[in-house]
C-alpha cells in the first residue's frame, strides 16, 4: 500500500472529486508526487462505492481503500452488523478477512478478534483501516486462513467464513465449489470452535447445502428492502436436530423475522375461494420467499394463498408485522374488461401470469404511478386476473 495517499491534501482532493470523472483523473497527471492518476482513480472510485454501503468508512478520515472489487465483494454494514449478533463467546476469527467490515462488527461483540488475510496488501490496508476506525481488538494476520487453522494451537470461541465461489457458470453452486472448502474442512474447523458461521450468495439451495454440511442450527437468510444479500449457516458442534429457519428483512432500521423449524416448512394452507374489493393483498419478501415456506407463511399470518404457484395472499385485514408489502385491493378485472378502460395507470406486477410486464404495459398503454398498481395474476380457480391496488405498506 501506498502510504502517500493517506496525506491530508491528497485525502482533500479524494473528498472534492468524489462526482468527477475518474477517467479523466486516470489519464491526466497526477498533482501529486508519488501517487500515480490511477491510485487517485481507484481510491475515488471506491470511495464513492462505499458512501451508502460502508457509511462508517465514508465519514473516518484517513481510510485507506482497496480496489474496487474488494468494496463489491464485502458486507454492507447492515448485514455486518446483524451477522455479528450470531458470534458466541469472547474470541472470534475471520479466515476470509478480505476488507474487514465483518471483523469491525465482530469487534463489537466479541473481546478478541483474528483478521486472517491470504492478500497481504489488503490485510495491511484492512489493519491501517482498523486504527483510523478505533477497532483496536483486531489482530491480522495475512495468511490463508485454513491453513493457520490446521498450524495452530488455538482455539476460537466462534469461526467465521465468508468463501468466494470458484465458478461462475450458471445459477447453481455448491459449498464445495467455493474456496475455502469449507466441506472437506469442516472436521478441522469444528476441532478450533464450537462454533461455526459460513456466509453463501443468496443463489445457494438451502436444500443442498443442508446436504453437504452437518451440525447445522441455523440459517438466516438476510434480505434489504426486498433483495436477498446473503444466507448465514449457523453451525453448532454436536447439534443433531433439526435447523431453524429464520427469514430476516432490514429496513429502514427495522427488523422483521419469520422463523420455523425445518421440516414445517410444508404447513397445510388455506385457498382464497374468492377476492373481493377492500380485501387486502400480501407480496412476501424476498427472505420469505428464499425460505419456501409458501404455505406456512399463509397459515403463519392468518391469510389465503390465491393458487398453488402464486405466492400472494390476501386477508379482509392488516397486519404490519408481515414481512413485505401489503396492498388495498380497490379493483378487480377481466383481461377483457381492462381493455375497455382507458388512461390506465400504475406499478405493474407479474406474478404466476403469461405475459412480461413490459409487454403487458405496452399492450395496454399503461403510465407509470408509483402509488397505484396493477397486478397481474392466477386466481385458485385457474383464472388469470388484474387487480388494482394501492400501496399500503413498504417492506
Request: glycine share 4%.
Amino acid at each position: 500500500m501506498n502510504n502517500k495517499l493517506i496525506a491530508k491534501a491528497v485525502q482533500d482532493y479524494i473528498s472534492t472529486n468524489l462526482n468527477a470523472d475518474v477517467n479523466q483523473i486516470a489519464l491526466a497527471k497526477s498533482s501529486f508526487e508519488d501517487v500515480t492518476s490511477a491510485e487517485l482513480a481507484t481510491q475515488i472510485t471506491a470511495k464513492k462505492k462505499s458512501e451508502k454501503k460502508l457509511p462508517t468508512w465514508f465519514s473516518t478520515e484517513s481510510i485507506y481503500y482497496p480496489p474496487v472489487l474488494s468494496i463489491e465483494q464485502t458486507s454492507s454494514e447492515i448485514t455486518a452488523n446483524y451477522k455479528s449478533k450470531l458470534a458466541k463467546g469472547d474470541t472470534l476469527i475471520d479466515i476470509t478477512g478480505g476488507f474487514g467490515v465483518d471483523a469491525y462488527y465482530f469487534a463489537k461483540k466479541v473481546k478478541e478478534v483474528t483478521h486472517c488475510e491470504i492478500n497481504a496488501e489488503l490485510s495491511a490496508i484492512t489493519q491501517h483501516n482498523a486504527k483510523a476506525l478505533q477497532a483496536h481488538n483486531i489482530n491480522f494476520i495475512d495468511e490463508d486462513g485454513i491453513a493457520y487453522i490446521q498450524n495452530t494451537n488455538t482455539t476460537f470461541d466462534t469461526i467465521y467464513i465468508d468463501p468466494a465461489r470458484r465458478a461462475e457458470k450458471g445459477k447453481v453452486f455448491m459449498l464445495k465449489d467455493c474456496t475455502p472448502d469449507v466441506v472437506s474442512n469442516l472436521d478441522v474447523l469444528l476441532e478450533k470452535s464450537s462454533r461455526i458461521i459460513i456466509k453463501t450468495a443468496p443463489l445457494l439451495d438451502i436444500s443442498a447445502g443442508l446436504n453437504e454440511l452437518s451440525q447445522v442450527s441455523e440459517i438466516h437468510i438476510v434480505s434489504v428492502k426486498n433483495e436477498c444479500k446473503e444466507l448465514l449457516w449457523v453451525i453448532d458442534k454436536g447439534f443433531n436436530r433439526e435447523p431453524k429457519i429464520v427469514a430476516l428483512t432490514l429496513n429502514n432500521g427495522i427488523e422483521k423475522d419469520f422463523s420455523f423449524c425445518w421440516p414445517s416448512a410444508n404447513a397445510p394452507v388455506q385457498f382464497a375461494e374468492s377476492l373481493h374489493t377492500d380485501h387486502y393483498l400480501y407480496e412476501p419478501d424476498a427472505a420469505l420467499l428464499k425460505s419456501g415456506a409458501f404455505n406456512l407463511i399463509g397459515s403463519t399470518f392468518g391469510l389465503s394463498k390465491l393458487h398453488p404457484q402464486t405466492q400472494l395472499y390476501s386477508s379482509v385485514s392488516i397486519n404490519k408485522e408481515f414481512s413485505g408489502r401489503i396492498f388495498k385491493i380497490e379493483g378487480i378485472l377481466t383481461t377483457g374488461e381492462l381493455k375497455k378502460q382507458g388512461n390506465l395507470k400504475g406499478n405493474v406486477i407479474v406474478r404466476n401470469y403469461p405475459a412480461k410486464p413490459e409487454d403487458l404495459v405496452k399492450k395496454y398503454k399503461i403510465k407509470a404511478d408509483q402509488e397505484q398498481f396493477l397486478i397481474f395474476t392466477k386466481v385458485a380457480n385457474g383464472e388469470n386476473v388484474i387487480l388494482k391496488a394501492s400501496i399500503i405498506q413498504y417492506y
